[in-house]
């Protein structure tokens, strides 16, 4: 399967405790996107990030919320002391060089749930 | 901010029949991008649109890029059960970000 892969499909934890997405971009792919999507809603764009470098982080809050994309393995979607709110669904999206480059790839999602 | 308005909203249609579906922004895009999602699921690549004027096609999928690069539409042709999902427009704005509409739910009956 060459497409986006992200891990846990399913995460829940308790206020205040941290949680972790991860994302592999489909093969060949540089490039990686954070969107979150709340119940009966469109995505979100969250963070943009090329290998080692965030590129544009305009839609993360500034609080509790980091990501990377190191040289090697996935990228993290870190959500640190999480609250009610964070509930939602993560989803991660890819996308190539040259003319595929606008054209993003999306995986399953990390739907997470905030006791 | 950029909004995406979808109509409409939600759409109950009986097999065989042609949907159609557009999409609304109050700012121009240059590039606009059509995605299907199943519940559980993340969103599928339908169809992208790089012209404005530009009409593209994916099987039974057709769909184009306004002339004022504020809209585009969607038809699906023939529908099937399995075309039930929600769509999405979106616009890439900038080179990175992707604006999502607000989704058009789709229920296909036999």
């Known amino acids: 399967n060459a497409g986006v892969m992200q891990n846990p499909r399913h995460l829940v934890r308790r206020r205040g405790q941290e949680a972790r997405l991860r994302c592999s971009p489909m093969?060949?792919?540089?490039?990686v996107y954070w969107y979150r999507q709340l119940p009966e809603e469109g995505l979100k764009f969250m963070v943009y990030?090329?290998?080692?470098?965030?590129?544009?982080e305009s839609g993360m809050p500034k609080e509790r919320f980091s990501a990377e994309f190191p040289k090697e393995g996935p990228s993290i979607l870190r959500i640190q002391q999480v609250v009610r709110g964070d509930s939602a669904a993560y989803f991660c999206?890819?996308?190539?060089?040259?003319?595929?480059?606008?054209?993003?790839?999306f995986g399953p999602g990390t739907r997470l749930t905030v006791l | 901010g950029q909004q995406l308005n979808q109509s409409p909203q939600s759409m109950f249609i009986q097999e065989g029949e042609d949907v159609s579906m557009n999409c609304t922004s109050s700012?121009?895009?240059?590039?606009w991008l059509w995605y299907k999602q199943d519940p559980g699921e993340g969103p599928v690549l339908l169809i992208a649109?790089?012209?404005?004027?530009e009409l593209t096609s994916n099987g039974r999928l057709t769909a184009q890029f306004g002339i004022t690069r504020k809209d585009s539409f969607l038809n699906i042709s023939a529908s099937i059960p399995s075309d039930v999902g929600i769509y999405f427009c979106?616009?890439?704005?900038?080179?990175?970000?992707?604006?999502f509409g607000t989704g058009t739910r789709l229920q296909v009956f036999p």
């Open positions: 990030l090329q290998k080692e470098n965030i590129i544009d």
């Open positions: 700012s121009i895009f240059n590039t």
């Open positions: 999206a890819s996308s190539g060089q040259g003319l595929s480059y606008n054209e993003q790839f």
């Open positions: 979106a616009g890439l704005w900038g080179t990175d970000k992707l604006i």
């Open positions: 093969k060949g792919h540089s490039h």
């Open positions: 649109l790089y012209k404005a004027g």
